[in-house]
């Protein structure tokens, strides 16, 4: 099985740089391939200009992200909340990489008012946050804004009908043991999610 996975903090030994870590580890030692992006030790330009919308004229760093999300069988996105929203690298990667015929299309006759139907291959998608806020808090105030930003407005558009997220927090006042913790939480989630290949 094929799984991209998509990092996305500024800080090296983060604790998301901890969890893609494990994630790869965990698909490597099932026997999965795939590709792995750290979005900011790649320096990939989150900036969608006017050029390269409606075209499928985008440089070479966009096809080969794009040629990896059409390859994949599983995705696993991982990054911090950052007011309810992914590191803005991260929103930039959706705008130019989640494009039309690449990642969805509108039927024949719609103009793009109505409801496009998804062509990615593949079928589960994992994404892995970490945050400040408490959970309760998260979810009774805020509305836990990433699940309908992921689940419902970018993942089950593009076709992707198993979704599941992970929040690990309160990340400011976690222990080190916490946090291995976490870490066995997520190897244990990516193979449960992803069995090794048969």
Excluded at 71 to 80: L, S
Aim: charged share 25%; aromatic share 10%.
């Amino acid at each position: 099985m094929n799984v991209l996975v998509i990092l996305a903090h500024p800080t090296p030994g983060s604790f998301n740089h901890a969890i893609a870590e494990t994630v790869v580890n965990t698909l490597e030692r099932l026997g999965h391939s795939g590709f792995f992006h750290d979005l900011y030790v790649e320096g990939f330009d989150p900036v969608l200009r006017s050029e390269e919308i409606l075209t499928d004229d985008v440089d070479t760093v966009i096809t080969g992200h794009c040629e990896n999300l059409t390859a994949a069988d599983g995705i696993v996105v991982v990054h911090p909340n950052w007011w309810g929203m992914p590191p803005a690298i991260l929103k930039g990667w959706v705008d130019r990489v989640i494009r039309p015929d690449v990642a969805y299309r509108f039927e024949e006759g719609d103009s793009g008012e109505g409801i496009p139907v998804g062509l990615l291959k593949a079928r589960t998608a994992i994404v892995f946050n970490t945050s400040n806020t408490p959970p309760a808090r998260e979810l009774e105030v805020f509305g836990d804004p990433l699940e309908q930003l992921w689940k419902t407005c970018i993942f089950d558009l593009c076709g992707v009908k198993e979704f599941h997220r992970f929040n690990f927090g309160v990340m400011v006042t976690s222990t080190e043991e916490e946090r291995k913790g976490w870490l066995e939480e997520a190897e244990k989630l990516v193979g449960r999610i992803f069995p090794a290949d048969q």
